[in-house]
């Protein structure tokens, strides 16, 4: 008899070690649940920065003229009057120097 639980208990040591140490659940499950936990947390901070440079942004464009100016010269391109504006137009790559424009044979 005292054989018989020693076989089962055995059997039973067995499966549960497979079942720790398999392919589906147990060590490799909580490995790679930790792995994506990591990720999200990288993600989190990444996010968290993110969020502290536009909260940062939004409270100079609510307080600092600077902020609002550059953003006008920037996006729209406002300049203050009395100041000259200067355009730079790069050459087209195609070498061609002059566009031709739709519809025109280009003679």
């Known amino acids: 008899m005292l054989r018989w639980v020693a076989l089962i208990l055995l059997l039973i ?3 549960l070690q497979l079942k720790l ?3 589906h659940g147990g060590m490799h ?3 790679s649940l930790r792995v994506a936990v990591q990720k999200q947390k990288d993600e989190n901070d990444r996010l968290l920065q ?3 440079a536009l ?3 939004v409270q100079d464009l609510k307080t600092g003229e ?3 100016e550059a953003r006008a010269r920037n996006e729209l391109g406002l300049i203050k009057p009395g100041e ?3 355009q730079v137009v790069d050459k087209p790559a195609d070498g061609s120097s002059v566009p031709v ?3 025109s044979s280009g003679r």
Do not use: I, K, S, T
Request: cysteine-free; proline content about 8%; glycine content about 16%.
């Open 13 to 15: 040591l067995v499966g």
């Open 66 to 68: 600077q902020a609002v």
């Open 50 to 52: 993110r969020n502290q």
């Open 55 to 57: 909260g940062a942004d």
């Open 21 to 23: 140490w398999g392919p």
């Open 29 to 31: 499950e909580v490995q």
């Open 101 to 103: 424009p739709a519809g």
């Open 84 to 86: 000259v504006f200067y």
